[in-house]
């Protein structure tokens, strides 16, 4: 299995999140994860970051912000230039789909849950 670089936009140290479970999932499958989240803590042995750090080789950025709360990351999530961003699901945002488009990086509507447990992450 491929190692795929992953920053979690949105992560948060509550067990009955999607987000805290996709943290756990992605370690446990081996990749690495850059958590991005508004209260600092620690998950699955990943320190949550509270302020947007510098990204370089990302392959995935992976959404659980709702589309009000992403627009304060556009910027950001484009000059990361990762190879895709899944909007898991109430993450949905035609307009940052487009920015997307316009800088050659993949919009993926998914659940990032569903992907690495049917192996299609």
Not at 28 to 37: C, E, F, P
Request: glycine share 4%; hydrophobic share 40%.
């Amino acid at each position: 299995m491929k190692n795929k670089k992953t920053v979690v936009l949105g992560a948060t140290t509550k067990p009955e999140r999607y987000a805290f479970k996709a943290i756990e999932m992605l370690v446990d499958k081996g990749h690495s994860v850059l958590a991005i989240g508004q209260n600092a803590g620690e998950v699955a042995g990943i320190k949550i970051k509270t302020k947007a750090i510098p990204l370089s080789n990302i392959d995935t950025i992976t959404l659980y912000l709702n589309p009000a709360r992403q627009r304060d990351y556009y910027n950001y999530i484009v000059e990361a230039k990762p190879k895709r961003v899944i909007f898991n699901p109430g993450t949905e945002n035609p307009e940052l789909y487009q920015l997307l488009e316009l800088n050659n990086i993949k919009a993926e509507v998914a659940c990032t849950l569903v992907l690495l447990t049917t192996n299609r992450y």
